[in-house]
């Protein structure tokens, strides 16, 4: 483990600090923070945070690349994890921000930190897992061009 973390690339070093960082400041808040929450609203809150950390990453790798592909890729053939399940919790939180009787859930000081801890984690970890519609699988890939590549 500590082998995988030495190699990380600089910009995996910078999000995982930013995820340390963001979960320090959680905890260090967290008595401001609600002690009853909506799912639905834990729901929308967590698939906006993990959205946006997916477009910080990208909108970086963006910044970054000095090529410019201009190459037709045949449309998308992957979709990303992290930002699939973004959007499913979104959806799912407003189908229940609209429900009949709302589900409440209590919250502690230490529930808000692991929770965000989880999220950011779970955001790092599924970066880069994409889902190939052709082919039917789930695979790595860096690039985020929309296609697998075995390597």
Known sequence: MLSRWMLATRAERREVAALLLVTVAVAFFSRSLPRRIALADVL??????LLLQGLVRDAARLARSRRTDAAASGGVQC????????VGAIV???VLLFAWTPLVLS???????VGVAALGGFGF???????????????????????????
């Open 107 to 113: 919250a502690s000081r230490v529930s808000w930190t």
């Open 79 to 86: 979709v990303c994890i992290e930002s699939t399940v973004g």
């Open 92 to 94: 799912a939180g407003t």
């Open 125 to 151: 970890l599924t970066k880069d897992v994409v889902f190939d519609w052709k082919e039917r699988r789930f695979g790595r890939d860096r690039t985020h061009r929309g296609r697998l590549h075995d390597a």
């Open 44 to 49: 929308l809150v967590g698939a906006v945070l």
